[in-house]
């Protein structure tokens, strides 16, 4: 299960190692993720970290860390975390968007993450939150698929993950699916990699003998429960005879267990037949006795009337520092196996058993009980010590399960349905929220710092609309909003994301670089953050050191002003900005940053207009750009932006510097004015028609 490293234990891994892209992987196109719990912290500065190959970490490099996140998270076409509505908060960068999934009667309980890079795409089923605990400390099991060219991982289970990961984005609104520009780079993400992977991937079923077949098992509301899509994948085959559970949480003792029941009903109803449960235990002191964590109504469920039949209990032998939260299912005949593992506990709700199921996912991996699969699936199953027969058993189920919600967190009433943040260049900046019905009485919405905003008496005075725009003053946008209700013990809270990446102002590190820093920016081959390092140090210290006394005259004299040499680094600039260009770019986001993000085209365009000495020195270097632009030559790559398309964009560019060329030439000598004019129409002419 996942990457292994050559010092791993058979069948063990770090399911970080999977957030990496393999060799030839290629340049990060999106990736989304569900969880349960979930860390905003976690999920930005370990996951997608990995998933972008960031070269700074955010504890030790500070503002060169966020200018890399900032560079790499706004060339990617979404990247999404969907959690459940009890843990989706939290102080984040708005970059990547945060989904609060609302289930009726349920909860979003599945652990599944699509990572896609230009030439490969990777699915991850696991049984661990994107937490802490889950990533590193937790004793879990995940499972993974690799989509590429020539590769023969199932194509069904990746549609079937698609299709499932649309229904659970339909929890996302208390509308039920609204329109909405987030919603819409979600199922964007899924359609991409629908379209990109429908030629990777076998169809086929592998019946070999060394290879499983994998595919999803899926429970939700309307889905069919685990234990009917088991009994599919055992069509055609003689009956299970053995069943191994491993699960750290099952349905309170004071009910009967259902999914032992259903369990039962699977396996063989004549002769031998045995479930085995592996769960954590304790000897109980000074008595012959182990102490289960678990319900008796495990043991209880037995069928009755049947005597070759039994119920084991093994122990898992676990690190103290570890928990268990594997969950795994595993029936097996002399013929035939099945090995289930991701997100379902084996509880009513976590196997779809229950009026109102949680949404969960598994990867089920079939294979033959004689053949080199079964062999290779048999370290992934914990280590455990067999409880003798003849001692007594007690039962102390965990007191706690992950499939409950907490009753602590106030949930947000299902009629604040969006918010988004907009900004439009001169327009300002809103925060645009939407309503679905009408809220409960006495609500106020309040900024991350408890700030009032707006409240229900403004709202029913504007006529109580569907969609309120809230002008926002801040520099910075919000990750959320507080909203406050009437008889609520605390606030409940409110994920913001933005309408487009475009609407996000830079980071304060990249606002309104000079002229002289993107020269640097542009004629470096280094990655921006390494090329910014001197800059960002320049920058936090502020007030600027006084310099050493130059003693050589030749170096006292500061050419960069002279007209001649400034231009001569400008062109070099160009050239860089031109080979840049010229390279593919994998997707619209990234072409976009080339172009108009805070490195680009048109932050060199504003940082010439600001700083440059005369209106001739304006025009002559804005003609140069749009000369240079003309030139580009955008290079075909797998997986990249068509060359057309490339140029379709630049030839925009090229217009809007061309008004403001010729404007600035107006007051250049004649000349000037003259090569001004004759620079910008060789540039227009290389616009496609």
Known sequence: MGRKKKDAKPGYARILDAWFPPQGAGDPLGCVATSFTFSHVFFEEECLSRFLCLQTDAAEDGALYLVEREEKLAQVTCAAALVDQHHARGSRSLRWDLLAARVPGGILHAKVA???????????????????????????????????????????????????????ASYAGASRGAAGPVLARWHGFLDAVDRKTAAWGDGRRPWGRDAPHVSAVLVGPGRPSAFESLRQAWAGHAVPVWADVVSPFFDPPEVVSRPTE??????????????????????????????????????EAEP?????????????NLDAARALHMKVLWLESDYWTTYMVGSSNFTAAGMGLAARPNLEANLLYAMRTDGKAYKAMLPVFPNYEEIPEDIELRWQPTASSDDEASEETVLLPAAFDQAVYLAQAGQGATVELT????????????SEDNVPLYDEAAWKAGGSPATVALTWTAARPPSGLWVRRQGAAACAWWPVNVASPTA???????????????????????????????????????????????????????????????????????????????????TREGLQWRLRGPVGVMALKRAVLKEGR?????????????????????????????????KAEIAAIIQELDAEARTAANAAFPDLKAYVCSALDHAREEIPA
Request: glycine fraction near 6%; include cysteine; aromatic fraction near 8%.
């Open 304 to 316: 009755c009337g049947r005597s070759q039949i039994a119920t084991v209990f093994q122990q898992i």
């Open 114 to 168: 699509i990572l896609a890079w230009q030439n490969l795409v990777r699915l991850i089923i696991t049984s661990a939150n994107l937490t802490e605990d889950g990533y590193r400390r937790n004793l879990e099991v995940f499972g993974t698929l690799d989509y590429h060219e020539g590769g023969d991982a199932p194509r069904s289970c990746l549609k079937d993950i698609i299709g499932f990961l649309r229904e659970t």
């Open 504 to 586: 996000l102002p830079p980071l304060d590190e990249l606002r309104e670089l000079p002229l002289e820093v993107l020269i640097d920016i542009l004629t470096s081959a280094r990655p921006l953050h390494e090329a910014l390092r001197k800059w960002v140090r320049r920058w936090q210290e502020q007030d600027r050191r006084p310099e050493t006394v130059e003693l050589d005259p030749h170096r006292r004299v500061d050419t960069s002003t002279f007209l001649l040499q400034r231009t001569r680094r400008v062109s070099w600039a160009l050239e860089g900005l031109r080979e840049r260009l010229e390279h593919p770019v994998a």
């Open 435 to 446: 309503f679905a019905g009408d809220p409960p009485a006495g609500w106020a919405i309040l």
């Open 262 to 299: 259903a369990l039962w009903g699977l396996l063989r109803q004549r002769g031998k037949a045995e479930v085995r449960f592996y769960v954590t235990a304790e000897e109980v002191p000074g008595k012959a006795a182990f102490m289960l964590h678990a319900p008796a109504t495990l043991k």
């Open 614 to 646: 005369s209106e001739e020195e304006k025009a002559f270097l804005l003609a140069e750009l749009a000369l240079e632009l003309g030139r580009v030559k955008p290079r075909r790559g797998p997986g990249c932006l068509a060359p057309k398309e490339v």
